[in-house]
T-cell receptor, first 111, second 113 residues
Framework: KNEVEQSPQNLTAQEGEFITINCSYS?????LHWLQQHPGGGIVSLFM???GKKKHGRLIATINIQEKHSSLHITASHPRDSAVYIC?????????????FGTGTRLKVLA | GAGVSQSPSNKVTEKGKDVELRCDPI?????LYWYRQSLGQGLEFLIY????????KSGLPSDRFSAERTGGSVSTLTIQRTQQEDSAVYLC???????????FGPGTRLTVL
């Protein structure tokens, strides 16, 4: 069982639709990172959050610490939002540090 | 510089040769990370530096991989006796702290023939 699980794995939406991508994570991960990877490989950091909610433009990220769950929302989606969205988090214990990645959600927004 | 830079951008090598990949983090960032992404696969964590030290090297795939960071800035990832399965994009990221937002470099695409 992966320590960071995302759903859905693939998502196709029509332009303008509201999109939600979900991420569940295991004990020991104390903050959640949302990343965007476009075709061609470049990775952009969208949000890093350990509580509450953050908003940037049409993107909103929320996290529920008790439920160990985070969501990434895209409002008024656009074809340029087509990318792979990845959630990840640091898992640190005494003497160890790992960064755990979800498998990614491949989003395609159709015009 | 303004962002994380990596060199070379592309490296083609023959099986059995050693390669060295370089990462220049954002100035002042104390945390530095190395990741790997094989073709069509997800991201894989390799190693994390806080300052010059790496508390956990268990993410490195084998003892052919090593990494160092000097002066709290530039880092090098060295792969000895490269194998074809080492072919991947190697990504570096830096952040102002281990729980802060990471900024990614463009990656080094390594091809082992």
């Amino acid at each position: 069982k992966n320590e960071v699980e995302q759903s859905p794995q693939n998502l196709t939406a029509q332009e303008g639709e509201f999109i939600t991508i979900n991420c569940s994570y295991s004990v020991g991960i104390s903050a959640l990172h949302w990343l965007q990877q476009h075709p061609g490989g470049g990775i952009v950091s969208l949000f890093m959050l350990s509580s509450g909610k953050k908003k940037h433009g049409r993107l909103i990220a929320t996290i529920n610490i008790q439920e160990k769950h985070s969501s990434l929302h895209i409002t008024a989606s656009h074809p340029r939002d087509s990318a792979v969205y990845i959630c990840a988090g640091p898992q640190a214990t005494s003497g160890t540090y790992k960064y755990i990645f979800g498998t990614g959600t491949r989003l395609k927004v159709l015009a | 510089g303004a962002g994380v830079s990596q060199s070379p951008s592309n490296k083609v090598t023959e099986k059995g040769k050693d390669v060295e990949l370089r990462c220049d983090p954002i100035s002042g960032h104390t945390a530095l990370y190395w990741y790997r992404q094989s073709l069509g696969q997800g991201l894989e964590f390799l190693i994390y530096f806080q300052g010059n030290s790496a508390p956990d090297k268990s993410g490195l795939p084998s003892d052919r991989f090593s990494a160092e960071r000097t002066g709290g800035s530039v880092s090098t990832l060295t792969i000895q006796r490269t194998q074809q399965e080492d072919s991947a994009v190697y990504l570096c990221a830096s952040s102002s702290g281990s729980y802060n937002e990471q900024f990614f470099g463009p990656g080094t695409r390594l091809t082992v023939l």
